[in-house]
Structure formats: C-alpha cells, structure tokens
C-alpha cells in the first residue's frame, strides 16, 4: 500500500541548530513530493516541492529537501534554525496512480531561543 | 497566486444539526477539490476527492451520507456534515488543484481550514 512516513514525531532544537526532518514513501512508480509547514494557528503552506530534474530543491525561508530515489526518501533541511520555524511539518506524496496527496504524519519541531 | 477561501472558520452548532462549509478557488479554475479532516495533533486524513459535476469519491470509511459533498462549479465546493454529533468536531481542510494556467497544476492549494465544534 501507498504511504507516507515521518519518523519524528517531535523535535526540539536551539536556534541555530541545523534540522533534518525524515521522510520516507512506499511506492515504486513516479512520485511529486512536497513538504508543508503549518504555523500555529495558521493553514498550511508550500515550502518547497519536487516533480523532477534536481533531486536538491530549495524552497522558501531557507528550507531545502533532497530527493533520493533509491532510498525512497524526501528529507527537509535546514542549516540554522530560528525560533520562527516553530511549527508543524507535514511531508507530502502525489503518487502518479492517484489523483489526490497522502500526507505523512507530521513532525512538530519546537526552536527554543 | 492561488488563493483557496474555506468558510466558515469556526462554527460551533447543537448536536443533531447540519453545517455547511464552504471551499471557494478565488483566482483560479479547480478540476478537483479535496476535503480532508485533521484531528488535534495528528495529520490531514483525506475524506473524500471531487471532480466539478461529478459525485465524489470516498476514502474507507467515511460515510457518504453523514458528509455530503458537492462540486457544482469550478471554483465552488461544499461540504455538508448532517446531524453532526460531538464526534464529528474536527477541523475540516480542503484543498483545490487548478487547470493549465495556475503556475504548476499538480499542486493542491490549501484552505484556512473550519473548526467545527458540536455540543
């Protein structure tokens, strides 16, 4: 069956601290790849996403994921940390035989200042 | 960009009662909509895929009657919980994927979401 993992579930850095949020999907077949942040209070939004070409992206306030399909994985990086990161990061997958996106069950990182 | 309206944002009704929410694709065409629900901490559950004037598509386990949905135009979506019951409080997101002319159409662009609180 088609999922999406995020192996954790809460994450609790200092500012400054480099993040690396996992993301793992199970399928075999051409796959779009998102990651979602959602501020508290707030909806989601797009960081960044992946449908082909460079397996690194870049996405927006300094995130990037890298791409690798041998490992099935979508990891989400960041090399400084602020307290505004402060949220929850929900990876997402499109997979090609589907119409609709399967999400991951979220990490909840928490920056302390 | 694309922006996607969901309203109401908050409602909180008597058990037995019906709610509508609203998903509205505000400067763009949406092929299909989705509903999903999320619990407190927990990830987005997709409930249910619509295409305009065609009847949705469930996932396991939710009930078509209890969540009634329609997609009567392009840029208009509902979704109906009747006789709600404390068990359906939730917060309700959907989302719409556009035609050609949104910068990317695979991407789902995602409501504010509704609270829904049932007494």
């Known amino acids: 069956a088609q999922s999406v993992s995020q192996h954790n579930h809460h994450v609790i850095l200092s500012e400054a601290a480099s993040l690396e949020l996992g993301c793992n999907y199970s399928?075999?077949?051409?796959?779009?790849l998102f990651w979602y942040v959602q501020y508290p209070g707030q909806h989601l939004q797009l960081l960044l996403k992946?449908?082909?070409?460079?397996?690194l992206v870049k996405g927006i306030k300094g995130f990037e994921a890298e791409f690798i399909k041998s490992k099935f994985s979508f990891n989400l990086r960041k090399p400084s940390v602020q307290w505004s990161d402060t949220a929850e990061y929900f990876c997402?997958?499109?997979?090609?035989?589907?119409?609709?996106?399967?999400f991951g069950a979220g990490t909840r990182l928490t920056v302390k200042p | 960009g694309a922006v996607v309206s969901q309203h109401p944002s908050w409602v909180i009704c008597k058990s037995g009662t019906s709610v509508k929410i609203e998903c509205r694709s505000l400067d763009f065409q949406a092929t299909t909509m989705f509903w999903y629900r999320q619990f407190p901490k927990q990830s987005l559950m997709l409930m249910a895929t619509s295409n305009e004037g065609s009847k949705a598509t469930y996932e396991q386990g939710v009930e078509k009657d209890k969540f009634l949905i329609n997609h009567a135009s392009l840029t208009l979506s509902t979704l109906t919980v009747t006789s709600a019951h404390p068990e359906d409080s939730s917060f309700y997101i959907c989302?719409?994927?556009?035609?050609?002319?949104?910068?990317?159409?695979?991407?789902?662009?995602f409501g504010a979401g509704t609270r829904l609180s049932v007494l």
């Open positions: 992946y449908f082909s070409g460079d397996p």
């Open positions: 399928y075999g077949g051409t796959v779009n």
């Open positions: 997402a997958v499109n997979f090609y035989n589907n119409n609709d996106m399967r």
């Open positions: 989302s719409a994927k556009g035609l050609a002319g949104v910068n990317v159409k695979n991407i789902q662009y």
